[in-house]
């Protein structure tokens, strides 16, 4: 017997982690700086921590009024209807709902490249199909609208992701609302703002109130610090936010994601500090790095060091995991993730003393 046939499609390949790592080069986890997975380095809030551990006890029980709970908080934070809050495991859970929600067989949706890869992989696991728009290296990453309409032919679900994994470059609201206007009828514009709260440019959810063809995605996993409990969500319009009901998994988010999602919204100082070292982290990488960097509005900064695979396989071995962007098609380039102070240190520290190293011009004879 078979899957259906799945050669289309490619597995999601993660920043490795620590662990594995360790195992692979013989070292302890603790000698090692993850900065590959745009992770938060403060750890969550210890208000979660303290959610996680209080709710631990009662979860032999569906999580039903935790889900109604985060649900209602989100909505009264972004001023919307219950309902347009669409909860999910993690971000990515959302794109799934969005894929099910809109794509029948053989549609189409239209994706950044480079970008994330998990907007094209749920396109096709719901049998629908990906192209591409191009964001231009040698114009700095720039996004616009214009970019993005210039390969638009009439998909059903356009995806724009500011600020943009892995370049960090960000798409002006202005820019989403020429988008949105000029998009036919039945494109739904994705607005995957997983990095939102690291960028000055503010949220685009108030843009849910003007237009029906914009959704809006979150996550906890990143300024939250909640990745490993896998919580996030969709803000959709309100005349088809009633589609949730139709295509969730059901009990969509955990208790203990939802309860550490709550706990996490209260925490804005522990929101605020990551927020901080964030920005302080990408100013330190673009002057201390001896390498071309592009400005971020995100926990990351994209830089070219030659040979990425070498980069982050020499950086590693010196114990700074760095995010080799060859998946993304940006094999000369690294993503390396805001740690703290200590850790950004150190990775300046080792990219600065590898990439010299194993530069092409320096292995030849
Ligand atoms: C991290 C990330 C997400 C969401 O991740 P989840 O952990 O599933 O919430 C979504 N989009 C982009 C571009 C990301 O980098």
Same mark, same amino acid.
């Given at each position: 017997?078979?899957?259906?046939?799945?050669?289309?499609?490619?597995?999601?390949?993660?920043?490795?982690? =620590?662990?594995?790592?360790?195992?692979?080069?013989?070292?302890?986890?603790?000698?090692?700086?993850?900065?590959?997975?745009?992770?938060?380095?403060?750890?969550?809030?210890?208000?979660?921590?303290?959610?996680?551990?209080? +709710?631990?006890?009662?979860?032999?029980?569906?999580?039903?009024?935790?889900?109604? #709970?985060?649900?209602?908080?989100?909505?009264?934070?972004?001023?919307?209807? =219950?309902?347009?809050?669409?909860?999910?495991?993690?971000?990515?859970?959302?794109?799934?709902?969005?894929?099910?929600?809109?794509?029948?067989?053989?549609?189409?949706?239209?994706?950044?490249?480079?970008?994330?890869?998990?907007?094209?992989?749920?396109?096709?696991?719901?049998?629908?199909?990906?192209?591409?728009?191009?964001?231009?290296?040698?114009? #700095?990453?720039?996004?616009?609208? #214009?970019?993005?309409?210039?390969?638009?032919?009439?998909?059903?679900?356009?995806?724009?992701?500011?600020?943009?994994?892995?370049?960090?470059?960000?798409?002006?609201?202005?820019?989403?609302?020429?988008?949105?206007?000029?998009?036919?009828?039945?494109?739904?514009?994705?607005?995957?703002?997983?990095? +939102?709260?690291?960028?000055?440019?503010?949220?685009?959810?108030?843009?849910?109130?003007?237009?029906?063809?914009?959704?809006?995605?979150?996550?906890?996993?990143?300024?939250?610090?909640?990745?490993?409990?896998?919580?996030?969500?969709?803000?959709?319009?309100?005349?088809?936010?009633?589609?949730?009901?139709?295509?969730?998994?059901?009990?969509? =988010?955990?208790?203990?994601?939802?309860?550490?999602?709550?706990?996490?919204?209260?925490?804005?100082?522990?929101?605020?500090?990551?927020?901080?070292?964030?920005?302080?982290?990408?100013?330190?990488?673009?002057?201390?790095?001896?390498?071309?960097?592009?400005?971020?509005?995100?926990?990351?900064?994209?830089?070219?060091?030659?040979?990425?695979?070498?980069?982050?396989?020499?950086?590693?071995?010196?114990?700074?995991?760095?995010?080799?962007?060859?998946?993304?098609?940006?094999?000369?380039?690294?993503?390396?993730?805001?740690?703290?102070?200590?850790?950004?240190?150190? =990775?300046?520290?080792?990219?600065?003393?590898?990439?010299?190293?194993?530069?092409?011009?320096?292995?030849?004879?």
């Amino acid at each position: 017997m078979q899957p259906r046939d799945l050669s289309a499609h490619e597995a999601y390949v993660p920043g490795r982690g =620590a662990e594995e790592v360790a195992r692979d080069l013989g070292m302890d986890p603790e000698e090692l700086t993850k900065l590959s997975s745009n992770e938060n380095p403060h750890g969550p809030s210890p208000a979660a921590v303290a959610a996680v551990e209080e +709710a631990a006890p009662d979860v032999n029980v569906y999580p039903k009024a935790s889900h109604t #709970d985060l649900t209602e908080r989100l909505a009264a934070k972004w001023d919307l209807d =219950a309902e347009q809050v669409w909860v999910s495991a993690g971000a990515d859970g959302s794109i799934d709902y969005l894929s099910r929600a809109f794509l029948e067989p053989g549609d189409e949706i239209l994706v950044p490249k480079p970008g994330f890869s998990y907007y094209s992989m749920s396109a096709r696991y719901h049998h629908g199909e990906a192209s591409t728009y191009r964001i231009e290296k040698d114009e #700095d990453f720039e996004q616009s609208a #214009d970019r993005v309409l210039s390969a638009y032919d009439g998909e059903r679900i356009v995806f724009v992701t500011t600020p943009h994994n892995p370049t960090g470059s960000v798409l002006s609201r202005a820019e989403i609302r020429t988008l949105a206007e000029a998009v036919d009828d039945h494109t739904l514009v994705v607005v995957d703002e997983a990095y +939102a709260e690291y960028a000055d440019e503010p949220s685009s959810i108030d843009l849910l109130a003007e237009y029906e063809n914009i959704a809006v995605l979150r996550t906890f996993s990143k300024a939250y610090g909640l990745a490993g409990v896998r919580i996030g969500y969709a803000a959709v319009p309100t005349a088809w936010a009633d589609a949730y009901a139709r295509v969730n998994t059901p009990f969509a =988010a955990n208790e203990i994601a939802c309860r550490a999602a709550l706990a996490a919204l209260d925490d804005r100082e522990h929101l605020e500090r990551s927020i901080e070292t964030a920005q302080w982290a990408r100013e330190y990488y673009h002057e201390a790095l001896d390498v071309p960097t592009w400005p971020s509005g995100g926990n990351f900064v994209l830089c070219e060091v030659g040979d990425a695979t070498a980069v982050a396989e020499a950086s590693q071995r010196r114990g700074v995991i760095v995010r080799d962007t060859s998946s993304f098609g940006l094999s000369e380039c690294v993503r390396v993730s805001c740690g703290t102070r200590e850790e950004t240190r150190r =990775a300046v520290e080792v990219l600065n003393e590898v990439v010299p190293e194993v530069r092409p011009e320096a292995s030849e004879p």
